[in-house]
């Protein structure tokens, strides 16, 4: 059974780092007994496409991830939300899973730093709708259901009981501003923290805002945190600072049979085509695919071997090394 | 000329910190030319007054605080929100002050960081219209107008071109959401952009997910920063953890002809009553009362003071030392 992966390279850096990711899916599916090699389908997105035809997400690249097992997709430049808010619609991905993690190896303001994001992923800000009610007055309209809440809530506690959250933390935290929002995220806490204590899951609770005073201080106090869209889009971004910035941080749009997985840095335009780009976040974002699959040992394999490059192999200009993109992803072919 | 000032001390710490704060206005009074004793109010709000009357805050406080010179606030435990939001309202302000910079002296996990947020006061999702439309389903109207974000962005260029931003950096920086929020923060970015042009301050901008990533990886790139209600809560508290947490921080509500000051801290309710709560941000807050009433020679006298106590003064234990909140205020009159 060959599963179909649409890959998409979209713009800039993605046309490097993603080649790197299939790379080692490839041989990933050579050096495993439980995968076949997958087959690829080629699909355009972003800016380059949007100046060509008018659209950053053609319908045909649309359908195809919709229809594939699994899509990968490298960056967007402008036309990021135009790609990547549909793309996500597409594989009818409700969770948003963003591992955040500081690496041995890896200059970190909080090298303590070991959390994992799962954000809600289909509504909150993100429904989008806006009005321009008047000359003066605009409006959006945030949208939160205890569906798509209580259906995250199932996420995290099965996430949680399979022991896929970081070893220092049980059970997990919910970040809102329910203090505030109280009637949408007021649902949301409820409904999520309900969930939790059907489950027998530990779960407790944080404002946003005070997480983002409490995450510098001491990350060793959080490991799985669930939050509603934009929350997570900030707060997330926020670990990554953490851990020593975008270059290292994977994610996965997860749906019930589909997926779309994606490093969680942009087209990087100012280093795009000179070959350096670091890969590690793309190749983090394939093993999530692998994961997500079931092949949840090839996926340990590829972290094991992207990790002890991190440590002391060849790393890109922005870990401080000199390595070339391919330097780096040749290094972590050779240690699967 | 005697200004009224309503002093509201509030749930917990707030009893401790506002008198040391009031001690310091008073030696202030005594031991300048510029400023006469200040004729002080006082008033109820919080959880305590909450449970005696069922309301956190008594018609009688909005009352006072809409009609005085100025409000000094301490803290409210659970009923926080109920009591900050009609305060701010009741003095029209419509900016939120919140400086964040790290002192010599005192532990920080960026040293460098040193901002000034102007977060708007009025609306975004502080607006506040909420709906449950459905079994399954709320929503929330976020708000946005142009008459506000222009309002918010004239004082930014005041406030820069007076000096009083961070010396690091020049103009401001805008962050944002106008990404995904196109309409609503499509029209704040605008604006303020608009007026910065045409006021000739510099202004560059930001998305709010990319500032959280990079505030942490390089502070000193920023310097004063203005954002929407929701983004400015909780980009400011994150610069409260770079710069050693809430202890250090105070906040400035500015109206037209009014303002409340007040610690970013809340009631601390694990440390109430000991007297061993940090009088720094209330005391700081009492500087940016000074200032916005005009005495900005003697606002310069009490930060001067603090920085001095902050260097190698006694210290509560929140900053390793082992003051209690009278000595680290003795400590700080002291140096007046
Ligand atoms: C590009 C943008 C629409 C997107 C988001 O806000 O979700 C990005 O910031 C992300 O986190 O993947
Ligand atoms: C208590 C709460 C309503 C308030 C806010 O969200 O503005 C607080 O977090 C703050 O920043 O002063």
Known sequence: ????IVVIEGDGIGQEVIPAAVEVLDVVAETSDAVDPFEYVEADAGDAVAAETGEALPEETYELAANADATLFGAAGETAADVILPLREAVSSFVNVRPARAYPGVDAVRPETDVVFLRENTEGVYAGHEDRLSEDLSTLTRVVTGSASRRLAEYACEFVADGRGPDHRDGFTVAHKANVMRETDGRFREEVLAVAEEHGVEADEELMDAFATKLPLDPS?????????????????LAAGLVGGLG???SANVGADNGLFEPVHGSAPDIAGEGIANPTA???????????LGYTADADRVRASVESVLADGPRTGDLGGAASTTEMTDAIVDGL
């Open 1 to 4: 059974m060959s599963e179909e």
């Open 248 to 250: 290292l941080l994977p």
């Open 221 to 237: 106090q959080y490991g799985v945190v669930v939050c509603p869209n934009l929350a997570g889009d900030v707060l997330s971004d």
């Open 282 to 292: 793309a190749i983090l974002s394939a093993a999530m695919l692998l994961e997500h």
